[in-house]
């Protein structure tokens, strides 16, 4: 018998009774949709937090103080006052320094005329601007000169700039020239960043920048201490070592011998952000994993439909015995019936995923991206499913005496 004529044949049994095939179909529709929608959002989750990371700059390292000892109980990183400028200024002489930017951070009100936002200030130097990729939307980033004299200008992040004077697409109020207020403190808006996306107090969108010098004697009570550096490598190669030479030279400066009691942490962004997309690798294959329970169900539906339809059927396999159909003719239409069944339930339940993740992504809000590495297992599912599901009952059909089905009332 032709494989043609066999799909054929299994295209007429299916049709026959398209109420309980389009029943028996419906759960593996549901799984393949789910297998999916699911891994779209777990891909692309794995694709916003990768590039989100990126966007912070490239070939970043970034020292953060230590942790704080309170008796015997330790604080989080970045808790205690461990890292100084001349520390910073340490840093930028090794050799593999491209840039860096000491920063000095805080949460405060910022009041304009207009409105007021919560916001994280970050008082750093220009460098910041190309270490940390911050592009500017209008106006300037403060320069070094404003730096040294400790000017009070400040460049607003795209978020807090439409918080506190409207979107200038609307008709709010071009930022630029106009005042702000922190900690009774006026500044002057130079500039606003442009939008970079992302949400949450650490979002670079939330930010307010200002002059180093300024905030720290305006702002953090004339400190010494930076809350964070910035630093970028010449090239991605040189980040690792780097990172070690970093290490070593704050150990001898504070006066360290042990590594492990280091009061500093020297965090390398290529590590987040393997760790971060190995986690959202994770996260997808869970997913996959749930939505795979629903295609066990729906194949135990097609296994019970196809169990019954040889039943249904014993008479009609007995006469293709007695005509001279072998037991692997019999076997093949039935198993061709199961997986033309899947492999039909898996084109509708992609088709259906997709629109899904298109909806999700166009009205939620949500990031979801559909590979095709994805389609594949979803088709190499269904098509599994359909020949170990339809295995037993296609045996069952071959295995039918031809006299004794010719008698089957």
Not at 117 to 146: H, K, M, W
Not at 158 to 177: E, H, K
Not at 211 to 218: E, V
């Amino acid at each position: 018998m032709r494989v043609l004529d066999v799909i054929e044949e299994a295209f007429i049994a299916i049709s026959a009774n398209k109420v309980r095939s389009g029943l028996t179909v419906l759960g593996i529709v549901i799984g393949i949709a789910s297998v999916i929608a699911l891994t779209a959002l777990g891909q692309g989750s794995q694709t916003a937090i990768t590039e989100r990371i990126e966007a912070a700059g490239a070939n970043l390292l970034t020292v953060m103080p230590g942790a704080q000892r309170t008796g015997m109980v330790r604080g989080a990183f970045g808790s205690a006052q461990t890292l100084t400028t001349e520390d910073a200024e340490a840093i930028a002489q090794l050799g593999l320094v491209a840039a860096i930017a000491p920063q000095v951070t805080g949460r405060y009100q910022v009041v304009a005329s207009s409105g007021n936002a919560n916001a994280q200030v970050i008082a750093t130097t220009p460098a910041y601007a190309s270490v940390r990729n911050v592009n500017l939307a209008s106006g300037s980033f403060f320069s070094d000169q404003e730096v040294k004299q400790a000017s009070r200008v400040a460049v607003l992040g795209y978020q807090i700039a439409v918080s506190l004077f409207g979107d200038p697409a609307a008709g709010g109020v071009d930022p630029v020239g106009q005042t702000i207020r922190i900690k009774s403190t006026r500044f002057t808006v130079i500039g606003v960043a442009a939008q970079k996306g992302g949400a949450g107090p650490s979002s670079a969108d939330e930010a307010v920048y200002v002059p180093l010098t300024t905030g720290q004697r305006l702002l953090a009570g004339q400190t010494k201490y930076l809350s964070a550096i910035s630093v970028q490598a010449i090239d991605q190669k040189s980040t690792s070592q780097l990172q070690t030479d970093i290490t070593n030279l704050l150990l001898v400066r504070h006066g360290i011998s042990d590594p492990n009691a280091a009061d500093f942490m020297v965090m390398n962004q290529a590590d987040l952000a393997e760790t971060a997309a190995s986690t959202a690798r994770t996260l997808t294959l869970l997913l996959a994993a749930i939505a795979g329970i629903s295609l066990v169900v729906g194949g135990i539906g097609i296994m019970n439909m196809m169990l019954t339809t040889v039943t249904e059927r014993t008479r009609e396999i007995g006469l293709r015995k007695a005509i001279g159909a072998t037991r692997r003719d019999v076997s093949l239409q039935f198993l061709v019936e199961a997986v033309t069944l899947t492999f039909i339930s898996g084109v509708i339940g992609i088709a259906l995923g997709w629109g899904v993740s298109v909806a999700l992504s166009h009205f939620a809000g949500m990031t979801a991206v559909v590979t095709v590495q994805w389609v594949l297992v979803a088709f190499g599912l269904s098509a599994a499913i359909g020949v170990v599901f339809g295995f037993y009952p296609a045996r069952r059909a071959a295995g039918l005496n031809p006299v004794e089905a010719l008698r089957y009332e």
